[in-house]
């Protein structure tokens, strides 16, 4: 591996400057992207090729000095494998054909057979390491169990959680069985991405937020305390650190780095130097400029990369991110300052 950075960072070792990589850094702001796209004709078409999939993962490492790839893929492939019928329809998000509402669409659920349906995922980690070729290392990626949940039951994105709210509400064992299946599959899926060659895992929770406290801790929390005790990763230097994201996930810091998990992801609601008082070096963080950032001006970026970094303070164990994903018209230069600038005005954290 010619660039470390990103794992010592997780593994608390001391390193050069503080890594960084940006959820959602391959996309359409890209215009390489949006030309591969075109090509593949639609994004399910480009998810489901790996070599597709593996040159829109390495188009933004060509253009920038990031520390880590992500593979490129959607969270919302685990309910496709399990029968569901995804579809993006163009401009509008992504849509289920046959969600998940009633007891009976329930107990149809089953693990998916990851090694034929979800195949063309681990075959495109295996090309993506290869083609990396051990320039920086892979991140492989899934949903949480009440993220997918939110999107099985909704049947696409939704204003306001009306009907797993209620499924959660009227019928919480049901529910439960739900996010069983659903966490069941999500580990199988980590595993596999594991050991067709990804070098950290990262789990999106990106609808934990939308919960009140109690039935944060009951469905969603829970699960991904499961994934973090009972997901297989290694020991030591052979250890694939799992981080859990979550937007919304400030006033759970303390019980998520208690779950066993090696990194945590946060968003801009939370200051740095805050979440690490309350995580107490137990696990990396890793974050948390907020996206909007990127339409302003190269010199405020350059202030507000400053500011986090200063937030987090001195010592290895920050990551360098957005606190959520980029959006199709951010400006590419601008990417170059933020990245440029986190290895810049580092340096003198890590001296
Ligand atoms: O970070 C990366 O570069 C890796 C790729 C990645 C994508 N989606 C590519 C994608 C990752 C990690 C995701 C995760 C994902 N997908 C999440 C969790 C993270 C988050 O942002 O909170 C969620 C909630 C989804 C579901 C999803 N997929 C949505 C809401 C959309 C947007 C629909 C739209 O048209 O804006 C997608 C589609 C999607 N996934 C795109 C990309 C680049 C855009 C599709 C396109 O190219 O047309």
């Known amino acids: 591996m010619k660039n470390t950075r990103f794992l010592d960072t997780i593994a608390g070792k001391p390193v050069d400057a503080t890594p960084v990589w940006l959820m959602r850094q391959a996309g359409r702001y890209l ?16 998810a489901t090729n790996p070599e597709l999939a593996c040159e829109v993962t390495l188009q933004p490492l060509d253009r920038y000095d990031l520390d880590a790839a992500i593979l490129f893929s959607d969270i919302l492939t685990v309910p496709d494998a399990m029968g569901l019928g995804l579809s993006f329809a163009e401009g509008e998000g992504p849509r289920f054909a046959r969600p998940v509402r009633t007891a009976a669409d329930i107990a149809k659920l089953a693990v998916p057979d990851i090694g034929s349906e979800l195949r063309y995922v681990t075959d495109a980690v295996s090309l993506i390491r290869r083609e990396l070729d051990g320039r920086v290392p892979l991140i492989g990626f899934s949903g949480s169990p009440w993220t997918l949940a939110c999107y099985m039951v909704e049947g696409g994105g939704s204003d306001n959680f009306a009907r797993i709210k209620s499924l959660a509400l009227n019928e919480p064992k049901l529910m439960h069985r739900l996010l069983e299946v659903v966490t069941d599959s999500v580990i199988a899926y980590l595993a596999a991405q594991r050991a067709a060659g990804a070098q950290a895992l990262m789990v999106f929770d990106t609808w934990g937020g939308v919960l009140a406290p109690h039935t944060y801790r009951e469905f969603s ?10 997901l297989p ?18 006033p759970y810091l303390e019980e998520l780095a208690a779950s066993g998990a090696e990194g945590l992801g946060v968003d801009w609601l939370v200051s740095l130097e805050e979440a690490r008082r309350r995580t107490g070096g137990k696990v990396a963080l890793q974050g948390n400029l907020d996206p909007v950032t990127l339409y302003a001006e190269p010199d ?52």
């Open 31 to 46: 215009p390489e992207y949006r030309a591969t796209r075109a090509k593949a004709g639609s994004f399910m078409g480009l």
């Open 221 to 230: 929390l829970r699960y991904l305390q499961r994934i973090a005790a009972e």
């Open 233 to 250: 990763r290694g020991d030591g230097e052979a250890n694939t650190p799992l981080i859990l994201f979550g937007k919304g996930n400030a």
């Open 300 to 351: 405020t970026i350059r202030a507000e990369v400053a500011r986090v970094l200063a937030s987090y303070g001195h010592g290895s164990g920050h990551v360098f991110n957005l606190g959520h994903g980029m959006s199709p018209d951010m400006n590419p230069e601008h990417v170059k300052v933020l990245v440029d600038a986190v290895h810049e005005l580092s340096r003198p954290y890590h001296a």
